[in-house]
């Protein structure tokens, strides 16, 4: 049983729509995979329209928190997507996204860089804007040759030259709300070094106490020796650990199920989901 449970759509960052990622993932002998949009669940119900038989969809979402002045984003399984505090707190996110790309826009501009507006959201199309169209924008424009390039402080990781803070929720608030709304979250990437400053492991015991129920410690963003050290940390701390690829199409070198998760492991997540359950696909065309 093959399980992927961090994908991206062009709900957000991602260059395939939701249809389309169902499809491929279907094509490429999967059995689960989790839609994981940014801050957002707007390609759920396409992806379920589309959901071919055979390739069962758990839907959720990324969710951008900042601790003590590192971002981290979490992974929501399973919520209520209705629940009225943590939508309310999830819009406040999405809302405040197009100023502050707009504000990194005009710091590149200072640098230089002739980047435009029109040229971002013509990237973006109907997705949440974010630094990955930034950064594909820099691509476009021959500033750097890849989108992982322009992670860097030079340009556009946390604390760099083109750099605009958001609003993002504290994670424990975070744990809070999805625990409310009948979540299951998992921290995404929390050793991904190379994308900038990371939180301490004291950290990632003390939102395990306040409820944490996962790390994702099998993720290309981490070495081998990470990935074991995390498996270790979350036997320590009774987290459950999973493995996901954090596919964006296009937009990242990484396939679908390059990582996965164990099955035991979802099975556990699905058992302490009470806000929604695992979609199972009625049939549909894998070809893509």
């Known amino acids: 049983m093959r399980i992927d449970l961090h994908t991206h759509s062009t709900a957000s960052d991602g260059t395939d729509s939701p249809a389309e990622l169902v499809r491929t993932a279907a094509a490429e002998g999967l059995d689960v995979i989790a839609l994981t949009d940014h801050d957002s669940t707007r390609g759920h119900a396409e992806a379920i329209a589309a959901l071919p038989e055979g390739l069962t969809l758990v839907t959720g979402a990324e969710l951008s928190c900042r601790l003590d002045g590192v971002g981290l984003h979490m992974l929501a399984y399973l919520f209520d997507a209705r629940e009225p505090e943590l939508l309310a707190r999830r819009e406040l996110v999405r809302d405040d996204r197009v100023p502050r790309a707009q504000g990194m826009i005009a710091k590149l501009r200072e640098l230089g860089v002739p980047v435009t507006w029109e040229q971002v959201a013509r990237i973006a199309g109907a997705g949440s804007v974010g630094r990955p169209h930034i950064a594909e924008a820099l691509v476009e424009l021959g500033v750097v040759p890849t ?100 596919y964006h199409g296009s937009r990242k070198t990484c396939r679908l199920g390059d990582y996965t998760t164990d099955p035991e492991v979802y099975g556990e997540i699905t058992r302490r989901a009470t806000g929604a359950f695992p979609v199972p696909g009625t049939g549909g065309p894998v070809n893509v």
């Open 147 to 246: 989108v992982s390039d322009a992670f860097t402080p030079q340009w556009l990781a946390d604390g760099g030259r083109a750099y605009v803070e958001k609003y993002e929720l504290d994670p424990f608030e975070a744990i809070r709300l999805v625990k409310a709304a009948g979540g299951v979250t998992v921290f995404a990437h929390p050793a991904a070094v190379k994308r900038g400053q990371v939180v301490p492991e004291k950290a990632i015991a003390a939102l395990a106490e306040a409820g944490l129920d996962g790390i994702e410690t099998d993720h290309m963003d981490h070495e081998p020796a990470t990935q074991a050290r995390l498996r270790a940390l979350a036997a320590e701390l009774g987290l459950l650990a999973t493995g996901s690829s954090d």
